[in-house]
Each structure stands twice: as structure tokens, then as C-alpha cells.
């Protein structure tokens, strides 16, 4: 599987290993456009692409998350895997402290390898993974 952090100026980016056990942040895609991604699944044999969706903490959507559904639309047109979108509340935050860790990927790509590990952890839980 492979996370995208949506934005307007790159795109983080993140993959699993087939098991879904390592969640892996890759170089971000600059510029954000649907034909980086299209070959990125392609190179990777990606089966399904996870696209951000930022919601606020209220829950409500804003602009940032109808970019984000348009990109995601965008990719199902020229892709044959799955895409779905997925909640990436607070991976920003999550990716900051990666980084004060000692983590030297990009925030926006750590933000996706959180926002897979939700994703993937929300799949395990409805026996899906």
C-alpha cells in the first residue's frame, strides 16, 4: 500500500511491506501531480493507494479535504488499484515528533507513513488486513 499526504506545493509519501507490518516514508512527490503518483504505483507494484484526508478536529471538512478528495478521484480515473481516503488528523503533529526523534525523512513523507499506520491499523481491527 502506499499513503499520500496531499498538498499544493508536494506530496508526502509512504509504503508498507506486503505484510503491512513497516511503513516505510519515501522521497516527497514534487510537484504534486496525479502522473508522478501513477508511476510511483507502477515502479512499486502498489495495490492500493491511501490518500490523506485532512478533516479538522471538529470532524467537519474543509477546502484542504476537497483538494484532497478531487486528487483521490483523480487518481481512481487513471489507476487500476483501489483508492480510498482516510482521516490523517494529528500525522502532522505525529510527524513532527518522528522528527525531533531523530527521523531525517521529509514531515510531509512521515505524515503518510503515520497516516498508513492508521490506515492499516484501522483495517486490522475490522479483520481486513
Same mark, same amino acid.
Given at each position: 500500500?502506499?499513503?499520500?499526504? @496531499?498538498?499544493?506545493?508536494?506530496? $508526502?509519501?509512504?509504503?508498507?511491506?506486503?505484510?503491512?507490518?513497516?511503513?516505510?516514508?519515501?522521497?516527497?512527490?514534487?510537484?504534486?501531480?496525479?502522473?508522478?503518483?501513477? /508511476?510511483? *504505483?507502477?515502479?512499486?507494484?502498489?495495490?492500493?493507494?491511501? *490518500?490523506?484526508?485532512?478533516? @479538522?478536529?471538529?470532524? !467537519? !471538512? $474543509?477546502?484542504?479535504?476537497?483538494?484532497?478528495?478531487?486528487?483521490?478521484?483523480? &487518481? +481512481? *480515473?487513471?489507476?487500476?488499484?483501489? *483508492?480510498?481516503?482516510?482521516? /490523517?488528523? &494529528? +500525522?502532522?503533529?505525529?510527524?513532527?515528533?518522528?522528527?525531533?526523534?531523530?527521523?531525517?525523512?521529509?514531515?510531509?513523507? &512521515?505524515?503518510?507513513? @503515520?497516516?498508513? /499506520?492508521?490506515?492499516?491499523?484501522?483495517?486490522?481491527?475490522?479483520?481486513?488486513?
Amino acid at each position: 500500500m502506499l499513503a499520500l499526504d @496531499h498538498g499544493t506545493v508536494r506530496i $508526502g509519501a509512504a509504503i508498507c511491506d506486503p505484510t503491512g507490518t513497516l511503513c516505510t516514508p519515501l522521497p516527497v512527490i514534487e510537484p504534486p501531480e496525479p502522473a508522478s503518483v501513477v /508511476e510511483l *504505483v507502477r515502479e512499486r507494484e502498489v495495490e492500493r493507494v491511501v *490518500v490523506g484526508l485532512p478533516v @479538522h478536529l471538529s470532524g !467537519e !471538512e $474543509g477546502s484542504q479535504a476537497a483538494l484532497a478528495r478531487t486528487f483521490a478521484d483523480e &487518481l +481512481t *480515473v487513471l489507476l487500476d488499484v483501489p *483508492v480510498d481516503t482516510y482521516d /490523517e488528523r &494529528l +500525522t502532522s503533529r505525529m510527524a513532527d515528533a518522528s522528527r525531533r526523534a531523530g527521523s531525517t525523512a521529509a514531515r510531509d513523507s &512521515l505524515a503518510a507513513a @503515520h497516516l498508513l /499506520e492508521a490506515y492499516l491499523t484501522s483495517l486490522a481491527r475490522k479483520g481486513e488486513s
